[in-house]
């Protein structure tokens, strides 16, 4: 009866403390209960745990500055990741000959570091230190590689590997990601590379948000960039849907109501050298302000576009009195006037402009009066097999801004095998045909070359000589180039070749050349490598009899 009672007053007072140092049968009996109890509870909050970890959680809306992205709404990356143990900071190795093409006091002399980077703990390379090669002659490259037989056996990075290894912390990052400040742009995986110590000297780089999956995102200009655990960086850019930058069309509405039909254009070609998808369109003119503006629609995101408020204003009337514009050129011939109205062209709205989500302003030009593509210093070589006269004529399709010699509807030349070009007109020696033009249409390469500024040089060597230059043609076109290609960290380089080259400035001579060598270059200085795909360029040109050699190029602004 004792014992009962003893079993019914604990059960009522199961929410107290029990007295476990109270002797007799019935507070052992208790005590068990309790342990047991405390037992189960245990149990219960341990699986729950793991069920809860195990599941997705549905992303939710981002607030303020914390983005909630979460991998079903990123886009879930899958595959075999190795695993690695990865170093806090860089270590700086001495390389060695089996490590890069050369050595030179330690430090691979084709400007590349070695760097160990962690030690492989899962896969087929368990146990092997990993370093990674960042190459920067003519691009910069980031390989990582272990050694086997003291030899580097590259398993991921920009070499050409067939079967690259996947790495945890590297190569498991979300192809996209939602913009927390604005959650109707979504931000997509961009180019990858460079270190992230040496972009964040003195603490440049300024968190933007951050991430429950990524952590903290930096903004590094106009880039979004997170550190992988290798060290390296990778970009995450901003899918604009209305615009499209390779075609210039713009999808907004106008207020009255009528979709916009006008194309834009981005970026603008010229001699002069000057991350993200806007930085030839960013409005840097400091007199610039945006009280001068005025919406004339909405996107698909609700967002305006402006155009300026006064239709008298410098920037538009400088604009429609540009005779370098394509509509003093609107069919292959200079015009003295433009052939729009004033008013036809205030209605063609030739300056649009949109602030982009990070805040600065984009300007877009109407491409009816974008300035014309100006090809600089091309040049024309002449090596006849024998000493000859002959009649060379070009014929740019936005026309000619200065020749030399003189042009006259053509050059009547006596050519020479080495070279020589005696003008018959002027009866002076020449080394070249010199002309500089405008085009309409000029070819866009959506492929090509990032090159370090510092390794623009070596660049030319390899590929001029590989498409058939001499050692002259090579040293013109680089006394000419390096010096313009000199203010931006990278350059984006393309090749223009001779079937392109003809369709802008076809190419007319009176001897038929047995070997016909085009080329004009385009330049884009950047602020960062990016990685783009290569440009098939071809192989070790032969030059064969009669051979003509012209080279030139343009720069965007």
């Known amino acids: ?301 609700g967002e305006n576009l402006y155009a300026y408020k006064d239709p008298q204003s410098k920037r538009l009337k400088d604009l429609y009195e540009d005779k370098n514009s394509a509509a003093y050129w609107s069919d292959g011939a200079s015009k003295d006037i433009n052939p729009y109205s004033y008013q036809q062209y205030i209605d063609m709205r030739p300056y649009i402009y949109w602030q982009h989500p990070l805040g600065y302003w984009v300007e877009m030009m109407n491409k009816k009066f974008a300035p014309m593509a100006e090809m600089c210093k091309p040049v024309i070589y002449l090596y006849p097999t024998e000493q000859k006269e002959m009649t060379v004529e070009v014929y740019p399709n936005g026309g000619f801004i200065y020749t030399n010699p003189v042009y006259n509807g053509g050059w009547k030349v006596l050519a020479n095998p080495n070279g020589l070009i005696k003008d018959l007109t002027d009866g002076k020696i020449y080394d070249y045909l010199f002309w500089e033009g405008l085009a309409f249409d000029y070819p866009e390469n959506s492929e090509g070359f990032v090159v370090a500024r510092e390794g623009l040089n070596n660049f030319f060597d390899q590929k001029l000589s590989q498409l058939g230059f001499n050692d002259k043609e090579l040293s013109d076109f680089k006394d000419y180039w390096l010096g313009r290609l000199s203010e931006k960290p990278y350059y984006e380089i393309s090749f223009l070749l001779n079937s392109d080259v003809d369709k802008i400035a076809p190419l007319k001579i009176s001897e038929n050349p047995d070997t016909i060598i085009r080329v004009l270059i385009h330049a884009k200085g950047l602020e960062q490598f990016k990685k783009i795909s290569p440009q098939i360029l071809p192989k070790n040109i032969t030059r064969k009899g009669f051979t003509v050699v012209e080279w030139g190029g343009s720069v965007a602004k």
Request: aromatic residues 10%; negative net charge; hydrophobic residues 35%.
């Open 1 to 301: 009866m004792d014992e009962q009672n003893n079993h019914g007053v604990n059960a009522e007072q199961s929410s107290k403390t029990p007295d476990l140092n109270q002797g007799g049968v019935g507070s052992k009996k208790t005590y068990a209960i309790w342990v047991g109890v405390l037992a189960i509870i245990l149990v219960l909050g341990v699986a729950g745990y793991i069920i809860i970890k195990n599941q997705k959680v549905e992303p939710t809306e981002s607030q303020g500055q914390t983005s909630n992205n979460q991998n079903e709404n990123a886009g879930e990356v899958k595959g075999d990741f190795v695993e690695v143990n990865w170093l806090p900071t860089l270590e700086r190795q001495t390389c060695t000959e089996d490590w890069c093409r050369s050595c030179y006091n330690g430090k691979c002399s084709d400007n590349g570091d070695i760097y160990l980077t962690g030690a492989i703990t899962t896969g087929e390379f368990k146990g092997k230190p990993l370093y990674i090669l960042s190459e920067y002659s003519m691009v910069t490259l980031y390989s990582r590689f272990v050694l086997v037989d003291n030899e580097p056996v590259y398993l991921s990075g920009d070499r050409d590997i067939k079967n690259p290894v996947l790495f945890k912390g590297v190569d498991d990052f979300p192809e996209s990601l939602v913009y927390p400040s604005n959650p109707k742009y979504i931000l997509k995986k961009g180019w990858e590379g460079g270190f992230f110590e040496d972009l964040n000297k003195d603490n440049a780089l300024k968190i933007a948000f951050q991430d429950k999956l990524l952590g903290n995102v930096y903004r590094h200009n106009n880039c979004l960039i997170v550190k992988r655990a290798d060290h390296t960086v990778l970009s995450y850019n901003f899918e604009i849907k209305f615009l499209d930058i390779n075609s210039g069309k713009v999808d907004f509405v106008l207020n009255n109501g009528q979709k916009n039909v006008e194309e834009y254009d981005f970026i603008t070609p010229s001699c002069g050298a000057t991350c993200n998808d806007f930085r030839d369109a960013q409005v840097y003119d400091p007199s610039f302000s945006s009280s001068d503006l005025e919406a004339i629609g909405v996107n698909e995101l």
